[in-house]
T-cell receptor, first 116, second 118 residues
Framework: EAGVTQFPSHSVIEKGQTVTLRCDPISGHDNLYWYRRVMGKEIKFLLHFVKESKQDESGMPNNRFLAERTGGTYSTLKVQPAELEDSGVYFC??????????????FGNGTRLTVT | AQKVTQAQTEISVVEKEDVTLDCVYETRDTTYYLFWYKQPPSGELVFLIRRNSFDEQNEISGRYSWNFQKSTSSFNFTITASQVVDSAVYFCALSYLFSSGSARQLTFGSGTQLTVLP
């Protein structure tokens, strides 16, 4: 079974530019989450999709961040325009059940974003 | 509000030593899950364990063991006879568990960088 895949693995952009991160969850997983870790701090929740619907986006920092999951498969997270404080590692995770049940949350390798 | 504290930012041990990673949590919820994840140099977050708040039994899996103490709100992780391959960042996390069985998103600690020297 393929795991959660994220693209790109690294991205270096200048302040003011736009970047789009992509996440492909494990096939069949309706629940998709975005998290990020900034400056070696804790990993923080950004938002949660159930299929194509945003279930909880309370962690999105501001309106420069836009997440989509058209068709309920892969998801994209766009940052426009990027600011220096957006630098960090962005993780995507998926699960079959929202309650985790017998399956844990599966994380991808993350995308390391550097804004200069 | 939920909070997870991993006071140890970095730990270095020599191979074969035992090491304990501390995790202290705060929550007003009576039902919740606790987790440990490992992030090796390759970057992915690898699930290690999930415990629910109903079950305070300690758990052992090979060289790994976990000590859950509700009285002190701690969920510590011990690696016995550490190996170089154990070098990674370890994250403790907490999630509220609804009565329906569904769970809220994870609240992570800031992680502990463990370095095992040969």
């Amino acid at each position: 079974e393929a795991g959660v895949t994220q693209f790109p693995s690294h991205s270096v952009i200048e302040k003011g530019q736009t970047v789009t991160l992509r996440c492909d969850p494990i096939s069949g997983h309706d629940n998709l989450y975005w998290y990020r870790r900034v400056m070696g701090k804790e990993i923080k929740f950004l938002l949660h999709f159930v299929k194509e619907s945003k279930q909880d986006e309370s962690g999105m920092p501001n309106n420069r961040f836009l997440a989509e999951r058209t068709g309920g498969t892969y998801s994209t997270l766009k940052v426009q325009p990027a600011e220096l404080e957006d630098s960090g590692v962005y993780f995507c995770a998926s699960s079959q059940e929202r309650g985790f049940g017998n399956s844990p949350l599966h994380f991808g390798n993350g995308t390391r974003l550097t804004v200069t | 509000a939920q909070k997870v504290t991993q006071a140890q930012t970095e730990i270095s041990v020599v191979e074969k030593e035992d090491v304990t990673l501390d995790c202290v949590y705060e929550t007003r919820d009576t039902t919740y899950y606790l987790f440990w994840y490992k992030q090796p140099p390759s970057g992915e977050l690898v699930f290690l364990i999930r415990r629910n708040s109903f079950d305070e039994q300690n758990e052992i899996s090979g060289r790994y063991s976990w000590n859950f103490q509700k009285s002190t709100s701690s969920f510590n992780f011990t690696i016995t006879a550490s190996q170089v391959v154990d070098s990674a960042v370890y994250f403790c996390a907490l999630s509220y568990l609804f009565s329906s069985g569904s769970a809220r998103q994870l609240t992570f600690g800031s992680g502990t960088q463990l370095t095992v020297l040969p």
